[in-house]
């Protein structure tokens, strides 16, 4: 039973670690769609770091984490200039020319992925991992940084006419939520054993990208929950065999109809959320009546309630 | 100087399909603001509905497939914008992209259980023939699937330029509520371009079929994202831009698989789109404002 929950739980944590750096980028505005792209970067860079110059397993972690960083500001830097939606979609071919470059690049494995990693994720790694993002994500949620990056995202003429840099915030938040799923990525390549040019692709990253507009993007618990649900869904569905897929998309489907704003949304009333007790989302400043707020809220925001 | 002729007459024949599938995308984005996520799996219905046609009624030849192909896309793209598209409408583009691309999983592993998950032999629906144009060689079936998209693409310029509900389809794209405003019905409008496009997809997806002789659950991943993103090359504003992008793609993939590697070809779109939008953030012909 055991070795059956095993891959599960980690796969389940690692969502998490990848979504709430999605959900630290997208928090300024522009969604990301690189994520695997980011994650096969700390992947490969960690899985060379100890297989090929044989550094211990903690440095490579952390050297991904830094590589993720790099790439996060240079995909900030291309994004910078681009504000419409259609716009946000070039980090798409960015992931997929990094896909691409891995596909062909030799000393990596091309084609081939690169094998030979040795085993050293274990739960307690993920569990560390994913708890010391969880902290991340909410010291960030409530800092002055975090208000200003959804300042910029609600209203990017308003914020920087008060005086939020644009420019900078997006490079903080790509960078930070970057290196989260930098490190993501390195945990996981050392527990699959196996990175492929594939797993770079478009259609991993968009398994985040839904994990996060199925939660609900206006909290940080909302994407753990979309991580948590939509990884174990697939397989507490394994019963209805080949239909299960069928099943995951229609609800999919149902739950962006009939709940567009996500699982989770934010308490409109401004007091802090408590859940036994413990306070798990900061305390704010009463705001604004409901439909004063939404007036400004062009997407990704909260919808008004009719 | 044959080699790259060659190439380029290649490069032409799979652009027209980019093209041609590019457009769906491009007609449903720009009239509802909708990323119709799900067009590329309508292609893969029709292109299955011109294998079963093809196969149960092989007297009926290349039209019929192309006739049945058209009509069970056609249908297919009604009830998704039905279902789904038209409560979507009006919504952040990115539910859009989700709610339609939970359509698309369930419609390729619906597929998948029906016909198996492995490409499908297509029913032999034109000779095997060579044509020798000058230094360039092709078959019968290259030919006549360029001809077949290029055709599509005539239409849909004609459509939009000179007939009523094309017209209004424009208007819709410029400013949807003083379109409605002049009495234009946009649900209808809306429709209706879902349908054509879905049809104009099942149409080259059975020209497509039989071209490469196969059928695949998976097909619609192999355009998608290509197509879509000729769609972001181009900008939305014109639809001859649309197709000149898809047509042009196809011509420099073919030209770097001959060139330089086959492997690098798929990476030539995305090159070429983060490319045009660091320069052109509207794309290339220029986009409708959001």
């Keep these: 039973m055991y070795s059956f929950l095993e891959p ?21 505005g522009q969604l990301s769609m690189a994520t695997a792209a980011i994650a096969g970067v700390g992947a490969y860079l960690s899985a060379i770091l100890t297989v090929k110059m044989g550094w211990g397993f903690p440095p490579a972690i952390l050297m991904a984490g830094l590589a993720g960083a790099v790439v996060g500001v240079v995909l900030a830097f291309i994004t910078l200039r681009m504000r419409d939606f259609i716009l946000k979609l070039t980090t798409i071919a960015f992931g997929e020319a990094l896909a691409v470059l891995a596909f062909n690049w030799d000393y990596i494995g091309g084609a081939n992925s690169f094998t030979g990693i040795a085993p050293q994720t274990t739960i307690v790694t993920c569990l560390v991992g994913t708890l010391v993002a969880l902290y991340v994500t909410w010291r960030f949620d409530g800092s002055r940084l975090g208000f200003a990056a959804r300042a910029i995202r609600d209203d990017p003429i308003a914020a920087t006419a008060m005086g939020v840099s644009l420019g900078q915030l997006r490079c903080v938040t790509f960078a930070l939520g970057a290196t989260i799923i930098g490190i993501a990525g390195a945990i996981q390549a050392h527990y699959v054993l196996v990175v492929s040019p594939h797993d770079l692709g478009f259609f991993v990253s968009l398994n985040f990208i839904i994990f996060l507009l199925f939660g609900g993007i206006q909290t940080m618990w909302g994407p753990v929950l979309g991580a948590i ?78 | 100087m044959d080699l790259f002729l060659q190439q380029v007459a290649n490069g032409l024949i799979i652009g027209s399909t980019y093209a041609v599938v590019a457009l769906g995308f491009a007609l449903a ?96 629906l034109l000779p095997r023939k060579m044509v020798d144009i000058g230094p360039v060689v092709l078959t019968m079936r290259q030919l006549t699937n360029f001809g077949v998209c290029i055709l599509l693409l005539g239409f849909v310029s004609f459509y939009v330029r000179a007939t009523k509900l094309g017209r209004a ?7 949807p509520d003083v379109a409605a405003a002049f ?16 049809m104009m997809g099942g149409v080259a997806a059975v020209s497509v079929g039989t071209l490469y002789g196969s059928a695949w659950a998976f097909v619609g991943l192999l355009y998608g994202l290509k197509a879509f993103t000729c ?21 420099i993939e073919a030209l770097v698989t001959g060139y330089i590697s086959s492997s690098l070809k798929d990476a030539v779109a995305f090159f070429v789109l983060i490319g045009v939008l660091y320069f052109r953030p509207n794309g290339l012909f220029g986009s409708y404002s959001q």
């Design chain 1, 8 to 28: 599960i739980f980690i796969f389940t944590l690692l969502s998490i670690m990848q979504v709430l750096g999605l959900y630290i980028t997208a928090m300024s």
């Design chain 1, 229 to 306: 649900l939509l990884t174990a869904l697939p397989e507490a569905l394994r019963f209805a065999k080949e239909y299960r897929l069928i099943v995951y998309g229609l609800i999919i489907v149902l739950v962006i109809l009939k709940r567009p704003q996500g699982l989770m949304t934010r308490t409109p009333t401004g007091r802090a959320k408590k859940l036994f007790g413990f306070i798990i989302s900061p305390e704010r400043p009463p705001q604004a009546p409901a439909h004063v707020k939404h007036e400004f809220n062009t997407e990704a925001g909260a919808q008004p309630k009719s």
């Design chain 2, 29 to 124: 984005f720009t009239v509802l603001r909708v990323i119709n996520f799900a067009h590329p799996e309508v292609f893969m219905v029709g292109m299955f509905a011109g294998l079963v046609a093809g196969a149960l009624y092989p007297a009926g030849g290349f039209l019929f497939a192309i006739l049945m192909g058209a009509l069970a896309a056609g249908v297919v793209g009604f009830l998704i914008e039905r279902t789904v598209i038209k409560p979507l409408r009006g919504r952040d583009v990115l539910s859009t992209l989700i709610g339609t691309l939970g359509v698309a999983i369930m419609l390729q592993n619906g597929m998948a259980i029906i016909a198996g998950p492995d490409p499908v032999a297509y029913p032999t």
């Design chain 2, 169 to 175: 389809t424009r208007a819709i794209a410029e400013r």
């Design chain 2, 183 to 198: 009495g234009i019905n946009v649900g209808l409008v809306c429709t209706v371009t879902i349908v054509i496009a879905s």
């Design chain 2, 231 to 251: 769609m972001l090359v181009a900008g939305n504003r014109y639809f001859e831009g649309v197709m000149v992008v898809g047509l042009g793609i196809g011509i």
